[in-house]
Nanobody, 121 residues
Framework: VQLQASGGGLVQAGGSLRLSCRAS????????AAWFRQAPGKEREAVAH??????KTYYPASLEGRFTISRSGNTMYLQMTSLKPEDTAVYFC?????????????????WGPGTLVTVSS
């Protein structure tokens, strides 16, 4: 499975962006998938994950209400609203989790190159 994230860019605080993650191969549809982000000098952190059915999603409490994860076919999305400067990071999509540690980066077997989101104040 190959993943490719897109949709990053420069946005002002309070603005919105929608990230997309396109996967090759049908296997992606059976995987739990997730978005992570990594800011300069910080560890990669979970942003959201979504089960293969698309019906179960999870967000850290700090992001719930502003970010929405969804998926359709071979594409996963992250709708981000009310963006803050602290949301500035490289955003990565990942798929195929081993076990149930959905918020742990090391649990995922497939990663795409990140897309940079910069939120200006």
């Amino acid at each position: 499975v190959q993943l490719q994230a897109s949709g990053g860019g420069l946005v002002q605080a309070g603005g919105s962006l929608r990230l997309s993650c396109r996967a090759s191969g049908h296997a992606f549809r059976s995987y739990t998938a997730a978005w992570f982000r990594q800011a300069p000098g910080k560890e990669r952190e979970a942003v959201a994950h979504i089960r293969s059915s698309g019906h179960k999603t999870y967000y850290p409490a700090s992001l719930e209400g502003r970010f929405t994860i969804s998926r359709s076919g071979n594409t996963m999305y992250l709708q981000m609203t009310s963006l803050k400067p602290e949301d500035t990071a490289v955003y990565f999509c990942a798929a195929q989790v081993a076990g149930t540690q959905y918020n742990r980066a090391s649990s995922y077997g497939y990663w795409g190159p990140g897309t940079l989101v910069t939120v200006s104040s």
